[in-house]
């Protein structure tokens, strides 16, 4: 299986790396079109700023290159927002794979929200063998809405979506590489999506 993470220089990429390495996959780290286009799997991270995120995939011209793949593709983090239409950070317009827009958690609770938390209202392959509020690892200030691309759910002020998924595109807001056994569980899962 070709294994590609998408390197535009926004990512958490050694402990992706490491994460698939464990699984027995050696992930290929590129910039590449034709690389990205021909991967069976593609991995979209992203830690950092949205509008500068986008701004390096524009640069680059990943922008047109990732919401026309036809393989399954996974957002991670600042990847899963860059996916959806637009973020309240840096007021960036995304890449509108999901109908949803990222907004910013309220005054009333600490930002960014780090570390543990549950995920619920698991609806997809993405997550077999996962159960319901088993614990994720999250590092976020931004979230994306609850809508009907929404196959997983946290709560943190609100509930909010902490997976989206269309078509052969999925999205988690928390990062599985650094979630343990069920973050390595859901990596499992969607290299063997079918």
């Known amino acids: 299986m070709k294994l590609v993470i998408v390197n535009y220089g926004a990512g958490n990429i050694q402990s ?14 590129t910039d590449d079109a034709e690389e990205i286009n021909t991967a069976d799997r593609v991995i979209f991270p992203g830690v950092g700023e949205a509008s500068s995120a986008m ?3 524009k640069a680059s011209g ?25 973020s309240e950070e840096g007021n960036t317009l995304g890449l509108g794979i999901f109908d949803t827009d990222v907004v910013r958690f309220t005054k009333n609770v600490k930002v960014p929200q780090i570390g543990w ?9 993405l997550f077999r063998d996962v159960a319901e509020k ?3 690892y999250l590092v976020h200030s931004y979230y994306a809405p609850i809508c009907k691309e929404t196959i997983a759910v946290s709560e943190y002020e609100l509930a909010y979506s902490s997976a989206l998924q ?7 807001q928390f990062h ?7 973050g390595e569980r859901i990596l499992k899962n969607f290299l063997e999506l079918s």
């Open 16 to 29: 992706i790396k490491f994460a698939f390495q464990r699984l027995g996959y050696e992930a290929v780290l």
């Open 55 to 57: 701004n390096k995939l």
């Open 62 to 86: 990943l922008d047109k290159v990732i919401p026309a793949l036809r393989q399954p593709v996974l957002g991670i983090c600042l990847g899963m927002q860059l996916m959806c239409h637009s």
């Open 117 to 125: 938390n549950q995920i619920t209202n698991l609806k997809s392959s």
């Open 134 to 136: 088993d614990h994720i």
């Open 166 to 172: 269309k078509g052969n595109f999925y999205g988690v």
């Open 176 to 182: 599985p590489e650094k979630s343990s056994k069920v």
